[in-house]
C-alpha cells in the first residue's frame, strides 16, 4: 500500500475519533463562560414568556390597551430572536446547546382597576436584569480574554438594553403620573404607544446617536460664507 495512502488512512481514523467542537473551540471558550452563555439565553426565554404573558393580559377585551399590548409584543419578539443569535452564537463557537425548562411566568396586568404602574415596574427589572448579565458575561469574557465573545455582547446587546432601560423607566414615570387620575391618563398614554406601534414616544431622544445627528444638523449653517462670511 502506498505510504501516502497509509497517511489518508491514519488521519481520516484520527479525525473520525475526535470530537470536532474541540476543533472549533478557542482557548479562551472557558467551560465558565459557555455555562453563562447559557444562562443568559435561558433569561431572554424567561423574559420572552414574562413580556409575552403582558402582551397576551394586554389584549384582553376585560384590559383591552392595545398600545401596552403591542410594546410588551415587541419585547417579547427581541428577547425570542436574542436567544436564538446566542444560541447560534454559541455553536458557532464549539458551544452545545443544553434546552432547559422555562418557568411559566407569575406576573399579571391587572383589571381592577386597570392599572400599569406594577407590570411596567416588572418590566424595568426584567431589562435591567437582562442588561446586569450581559454586563457579567463582558466581564467574565475579559477575564479569560475572549474578545470575540465580548465584542459580540457589546455589539449585540449592551448599548440597546441600556436604551431599553431608560425607556422602560421612563415609560414607569408616565405611568405612575398619569395614574393618579385613574382612567383617562391611562388611555391617552396608550393611545401614544399604539399610534407609535409599540415604541415609546421618548426612545428617539435616548439614543445618543440621535443626539449627535441633532448636533450635526444644529451646526451645518456654521460653515455657510453666505451666513458667517470669512
Same mark, same amino acid.
Given at each position: 500500500?502506498? @505510504? &501516502?495512502?497509509?497517511?489518508?488512512?491514519?488521519? $481520516?481514523? #484520527?479525525?473520525?475519533? *475526535?470530537?470536532? %467542537? +474541540?476543533? /472549533?473551540?478557542?482557548?479562551?471558550?472557558?467551560?465558565?463562560?459557555?455555562?453563562?452563555?447559557?444562562?443568559?439565553?435561558?433569561?431572554?426565554?424567561?423574559?420572552?414568556?414574562?413580556?409575552?404573558?403582558?402582551?397576551?393580559?394586554?389584549?384582553?377585551?376585560?384590559?383591552?390597551?392595545?398600545?401596552?399590548?403591542?410594546?410588551?409584543?415587541?419585547?417579547?419578539?427581541?428577547?425570542?430572536?436574542?436567544?436564538?443569535?446566542?444560541?447560534?452564537?454559541?455553536?458557532? @463557537? &464549539?458551544?452545545?446547546?443544553?434546552?432547559?425548562? $422555562?418557568? #411559566?411566568?407569575?406576573? *399579571?396586568?391587572? %383589571? +381592577?382597576? /386597570?392599572?400599569?404602574?406594577?407590570?411596567?415596574?416588572?418590566?424595568?427589572?426584567?431589562?435591567?436584569?437582562?442588561?446586569?448579565?450581559?454586563?457579567?458575561?463582558?466581564?467574565?469574557?475579559?477575564?479569560?480574554?475572549?474578545?470575540?465573545?465580548?465584542?459580540?455582547?457589546?455589539?449585540?446587546?449592551?448599548?440597546?438594553?441600556?436604551?431599553?432601560?431608560?425607556?422602560?423607566?421612563?415609560?414607569?414615570?408616565?405611568?405612575?403620573?398619569?395614574?393618579?387620575?385613574?382612567?383617562?391618563?391611562?388611555?391617552?398614554?396608550?393611545?401614544?404607544?399604539?399610534?407609535?406601534?409599540?415604541?415609546?414616544?421618548?426612545?428617539?431622544?435616548?439614543?445618543?446617536?440621535?443626539?449627535?445627528?441633532?448636533?450635526?444638523?444644529?451646526?451645518?449653517?456654521?460653515?455657510?460664507?453666505?451666513?458667517?462670511?470669512?
Amino acid at each position: 500500500m502506498p @505510504r &501516502g495512502v497509509e497517511q489518508v488512512q491514519a488521519a $481520516i481514523e #484520527a479525525h473520525s475519533l *475526535a470530537n470536532i %467542537d +474541540d476543533y /472549533v473551540k478557542t482557548s479562551t471558550m472557558h467551560p465558565e463562560l459557555e455555562e453563562a452563555v447559557q444562562h443568559h439565553i435561558l433569561l431572554e426565554l424567561k423574559s420572552w414568556f414574562f413580556f409575552r404573558k403582558l402582551s397576551c393580559d394586554c389584549a384582553r377585551a376585560n384590559i383591552a390597551l392595545h398600545g401596552f399590548n403591542l410594546l410588551f409584543k415587541r419585547c417579547a419578539i427581541e428577547c425570542f430572536a436574542d436567544a436564538n443569535w446566542l444560541e447560534c452564537y454559541l455553536v458557532q @463557537r &464549539g458551544g452545545i446547546c443544553r434546552p432547559v425548562d $422555562i418557568p #411559566a411566568p407569575t406576573v *399579571a396586568f391587572p %383589571d +381592577d382597576p /386597570v392599572d400599569p404602574v406594577q407590570p411596567v415596574y416588572e418590566a424595568l427589572r426584567v431589562e435591567k436584569a437582562i442588561l446586569e448579565d450581559a454586563i457579567r458575561l463582558c466581564k467574565l469574557a475579559d477575564k479569560h480574554g475572549d474578545y470575540p465573545l465580548d465584542d459580540a455582547i457589546e455589539t449585540r446587546f449592551l448599548k440597546k438594553e441600556t436604551k431599553h432601560v431608560k425607556d422602560m423607566g421612563d415609560l414607569l414615570q408616565q405611568c405612575v403620573r398619569v395614574s393618579k387620575d385613574v382612567g383617562h391618563g391611562v388611555y391617552h398614554l396608550d393611545k401614544e404607544l399604539r399610534w407609535k406601534k409599540g415604541i415609546t414616544p421618548w426612545a428617539k431622544e435616548n439614543n445618543p446617536d440621535n443626539n449627535d445627528l441633532l448636533l450635526k444638523e444644529a451646526a451645518k449653517d456654521l460653515h455657510d460664507p453666505l451666513l458667517y462670511p470669512q
